[in-house]
């Protein structure tokens, strides 16, 4: 059996990013989620850019802030204390805004752990 008690501040920040990640899946030993911690200033994406999955499913939890997910019909804005699902081949980005007033805090957790990831191309 397996259980850990994970402090974000803890977790060494992925360098190299478009915002603060830490990777919160490795430090709980899940090979089959993949679950990161994110803090988004203003004007920074979480973490890429527009993008869709094959196979993973995502769901992101707000703690702190305002997250908006642009998505091909329209910008959703999902506040403190919200959760936003992600079906596959659903293109969406995933930002804080450059004229918001605060950062955003997110946890995002996506099933199954696997590299699926591809650019998505607005047409607009």
């Known amino acids: ?9 803890g977790l060494a920040a992925v ?3 478009p915002c603060e990640l830490r990777r ?7 090979e089959r989620m993949a679950a990161n911690w994110f803090r988004a200033e203003p004007g920074e994406d ?3 850019a527009y993008h869709y999955h ?3 499913e995502e769901l992101f939890y707000v703690i702190a802030g305002t997250l908006h997910v642009e998505t091909p019909e329209e910008t959703f804005e999902v506040p403190e204390g919200s959760l936003f699902a992600v079906e596959p081949d659903s293109p969406q ?3 804080n805004p450059a004229d918001a007033d605060d950062p ?3 946890l995002a957790v996506g099933a199954p752990a696997v590299d699926d990831v591809h650019p998505y191309e607005s047409e607009v």
């Open 1 to 9: 059996m397996g259980y850990h008690v994970i402090d974000p501040d």
């Open 15 to 17: 360098p190299d990013r």
């Open 24 to 30: 919160v899946s490795e430090a709980a030993g899940f």
């Open 46 to 48: 979480v973490p890429l």
């Open 54 to 56: 094959d196979d993973q």
């Open 93 to 95: 980005r995933a930002h």
């Open 104 to 106: 955003v805090t997110l």
